[in-house]
């Protein structure tokens, strides 16, 4: 599925340069830099260029996803369908979240560095909004976990290009 999605933003965006391309599949949700950094090295890009874009896109959200979820959750229960997809997402990141609740910021860091499915930022927001964790301090431990998993990635996909 994340191959089908990056393909269809690269078609689909190609009259954008490479490096907007590589921004904005790094901040989607799922694909993150985990998709937007291949997608560099298929557009050519160094590997530093990969890492700092893909690093610019998973970053983006983080702040707005970590002030606004919050209220605009809060506002959006009243409706049965959004509330139905709410508890799905609460018990599926509680059930990916017990180093967050463990460890605090440090469990976000790990949680956000491991470069596999559904541990990304976007799961690492929701894990500190749903434990409590100060925004600022979320923030940066989040910012580092994507810093580790954007070394990662960059080193496994620049050793094998």
Same mark, same amino acid.
Do not use: H
């Given at each position: 599925?994340?191959? $089908?999605?990056?393909? /269809?933003?690269?078609?689909?965006?190609? /009259?954008?340069? +490479? #490096?907007?391309?590589?921004?904005?599949?790094?901040?989607?949700?799922?694909?993150?830099?985990?998709?937007?950094?291949?997608?560099?090295? +298929? @557009? !050519?890009?160094?590997?530093? #260029?990969?890492?700092?874009?893909?690093?610019? !896109?998973?970053?983006?959200?983080?702040?707005?996803? %970590?002030?606004? /979820?919050?209220?605009?959750?809060? &506002?959006?229960?009243?409706?049965? %369908?959004?509330?139905? &997809?709410?508890?799905?997402?609460?018990?599926? =990141?509680?059930? *990916?979240?017990? *180093?967050?609740?463990?460890?605090? $910021?440090? !469990?976000?860091? %790990? &949680?956000?560095?491991?470069?596999?499915? =559904? =541990?990304?930022?976007y799961s690492a927001c929701? $894990?500190?909004?749903? @434990? /409590?964790?100060?925004?600022? %301090?979320?923030?940066?431990?989040?910012? @580092? !976990?994507?810093?580790? +998993?954007?070394?990662?990635? =960059?080193? &496994?996909?620049?050793?094998?290009?």
């Amino acid at each position: 599925m994340k191959e $089908a999605l990056q393909t /269809f933003f690269i078609e689909n965006l190609s /009259f954008l340069p +490479a #490096e907007l391309i590589v921004v904005i599949i790094s901040a989607m949700p799922i694909l993150e830099l985990r998709g937007g950094i291949p997608v560099a090295a +298929a @557009f !050519g890009l160094t590997w530093y #260029e990969a890492f700092i874009y893909g690093m610019i !896109g998973n970053l983006l959200p983080i702040l707005p996803i %970590l002030i606004l /979820f919050r209220p605009i959750s809060t &506002f959006m229960m009243r409706f049965p %369908l959004y509330k139905r &997809f709410y508890d799905w997402l609460y018990k599926r =990141t509680m059930r *990916k979240s017990d *180093k967050v609740e463990k460890y605090g $910021a440090l !469990g976000l860091i %790990l &949680f956000t560095a491991v470069p596999l499915p =559904t =541990t990304g930022a976007y799961s690492a927001c929701l $894990a500190a909004i749903l @434990f /409590f964790i100060p925004t600022r %301090l979320a923030f940066i431990a989040i910012a @580092f !976990g994507v810093f580790v +998993a954007g070394v990662g990635v =960059t080193a &496994f996909v620049y050793s094998i290009f």
